[in-house]
Nanobody
Framework: QVQLVESGGGLVQPGGSLRLSCAAS????????MGWYRQAPGKQRELVAT???????DYADSVKGRFTISRDNAKNTMYLQMNSLKPEDTAVYYC???????????????WGQGTQVTVSS
């Protein structure tokens, strides 16, 4: 059984910073691309940032220059450093991973349960 667990969300003032973590656990053979998504109330889930297994990254225009995605392959963990936070960054943040479980011949997509980020004064 493979699981993704997010942590690090919370309440922060505008201009502040938070660091999210996403830890993958279970019978994992390989973790391919991973990403962060977010969903604000009344809106569709949107892509925030992605990182490949080799470390290549991509970002939504709305977070470029403010957010940094990274991963530690030895720890099966992905991070999202969020700086200069704005009220419009308020959302539930989900991590996503393309993972090949042990004993399975293809990759599967897994989601975490989400962590709330609220940016407010």
């Amino acid at each position: 059984q493979v699981q993704l667990v997010e942590s690090g969300g919370g309440l922060v003032q505008p201009g502040g910073s938070l660091r999210l973590s996403c830890a993958a656990s279970g019978s994992i053979f390989r973790i391919n691309a991973m990403g962060w998504y977010r969903q604000a109330p009344g809106k569709q889930r949107e892509l925030v940032a992605t990182v490949t297994s080799s470390g290549s990254t991509d970002y939504a225009d709305s977070v470029k220059g403010r957010f940094t995605i990274s991963r530690d392959n030895a720890k099966n963990t992905m991070y999202l450093q969020m700086n200069s936070l704005k009220p419009e960054d308020t959302a539930v943040y989900y991590c996503n991973g393309e993972i090949t479980p042990v004993g399975v011949l293809y990759r599967m997509v897994y989601w975490g349960q989400g962590t709330q980020v609220t940016v407010s004064s």
